[in-house]
């Protein structure tokens, strides 16, 4: 068996390379315990790469910033079996501000657009907080505004199931997957930047079930199979901040504690099927750039 994982940000990203690098090894090294051997883009052309290297391949798997997602996952989704979040599903979470305005209107809770004074101004596409700062400047072109949510930073690491016929995906009815709770490490700098530092997993929290449900209800109004990972700002309620239909850093944590393998979860949830549960041991802690360290 073959399997192609598609990581763009480390031939193609310095900016994000690290964080890309180690969540690619935490997947080629479960594909490969799971008996697949890896193959993954060189240095060339990203989609050129993707064209020649998937029809080899029994499973193809995307990873890269989320206004990439939909032409490269689309080529895998004609070329092998993809065990990623859908094309067009991915496109839809991939333009933030469309994504909350969808989960709104399904009851949903989102930070409100803020017209006026100090609040968070974010592109409209973009990852790992990139260009997400406390402003009362006003939004440049691509990009928009948003009521600041003093709480906690948390995300919910989920995997849909669907499952993929020749002409078709369609859902089995099957609830999101939890792999885990996890706390993530957000700064502020003096000019109102946000920084992600990395975060801690698994959390158990006094609210655990307002939590993943919140999750698994934005997961499934976004249609998002395979791994997704749900950005939560606590408060007097759960706000979502963002909905990433990709593998996120906090795999790397999550990898650490899980005795199942990531790969075999995978590729289970994309025909249907996998566990109801994962079992976690253990508490660590991980940074921006995926490094692990046991708590």
Known sequence: MRALIAEY??????????EGAAMLAVLRGSFERCGYEVVYPGSGDFLAEITRLAPQCDVGLVIAPDHLLFSYTSAIERLTHNIG??????????????????????GIAVPEEAAGGL????????CAAQGVRLTDEEPGPGEFTQQFIDGEHL?????????????CAYYTGKPPLLLAVNRQHISVDDRGHFHYLGGETPVIHPRQDELVGTAVRAMNVLGCQG?????IVLADRP???DVNPRI?????????????????ILVAASKGGGPETVHLSGHVRFDSQGRVERL
Do not use: F
Request: charged share 20%; proline share 4%; aromatic share 2%.
């Open 9 to 18: 940000t480390v031939a193609h990203d310095p900016a994000l390379a690290p």
């Open 155 to 167: 995300s919910v690491s989920l995997v849909g199931s669907r499952v993929v016929g020749d002409a």
């Open 85 to 106: 979040c859908g094309s067009m599903n991915a496109a839809i979470c991939a333009n933030k501000r469309r994504s909350a305005a969808i989960l709104s209107r399904n």
């Open 248 to 264: 996120t850093t906090s795999i790397v944590g999550i990898a650490a504690c899980m005795e199942e393998e990531i790969a075999d």
């Open 227 to 231: 791994y997704a990972g749900i950005d």
């Open 239 to 241: 706000y979502v901040v």
């Open 119 to 126: 609040r968070v101004v974010k592109p409209e596409q973009g």
